[in-house]
C-alpha cells in the first residue's frame, strides 16, 4: 500500500505562487511514476507533470512547463510542484499520484495511476 499527503494550496492572488507537497509512504515505489494532476470544477481531471522515480527527466502538460516545476527530495520521500505566475484559471484541487507499473515515459492518462492523494486545493483570485 502507499500513501501519500498533499499539503500547500491555498488562497491566492493572480501573479502569486504557492508550492505544493506530496509526502509518499508505504511499500517501495522506488520504480514508479509520480505525478501531478489538477481537476477544477465541472472539469476533466487532467496532467500537471511527472517523473520516473528512477530517472533525472521530468514532464509537463505543454501550457504550464514554463511556469510550473516538479521536484523531490529523496530523504523526505516528498515530491513538490513550485506554481508561478498563477491565472485564476489555475484554480482546482491538485493531486499526487503514483504508478507502480513500469513505463519508458510517465503516463499522463489519470487512469493508469493507482495511488493517490486525497488532493489539496488551490484558489487563486483575480
Known amino acids: 500500500q502507499v500513501r501519500l499527503v498533499e499539503s500547500g494550496g491555498g488562497l491566492v492572488q493572480a501573479g502569486d505562487s504557492l508550492r505544493l507537497s506530496c509526502v509518499i509512504s508505504g511499500r517501495t515505489f522506488r520504480g514508479s511514476a509520480v505525478a501531478w494532476f489538477r481537476q477544477a470544477p465541472g472539469k476533466a481531471r487532467e496532467f500537471v507533470a511527472a517523473?520516473?522515480?528512477?530517472?533525472?527527466?521530468?514532464y509537463y502538460a505543454d501550457s504550464r512547463k514554463d511556469r510550473f516545476t516538479i521536484s523531490r527530495d529523496n530523504a523526505k520521500n516528498t515530491v513538490y510542484l513550485q506554481m508561478n505566475s498563477l491565472y485564476p484559471e489555475d484554480t482546482a484541487i491538485y493531486y499526487c499520484?503514483?504508478?507502480?507499473?513500469?513505463?519508458?515515459?510517465?503516463?499522463?492518462?489519470?487512469?493508469?495511476?493507482?495511488?493517490w492523494g486525497q488532493g489539496t486545493q488551490v484558489t487563486v483570485s483575480s
Open positions: 499520484a503514483v504508478d507502480t507499473a513500469w513505463r519508458a515515459v510517465p503516463a499522463r492518462e489519470h487512469g493508469l495511476y493507482e495511488y
Open positions: 517523473f520516473n522515480w528512477n530517472g533525472d527527466d521530468t
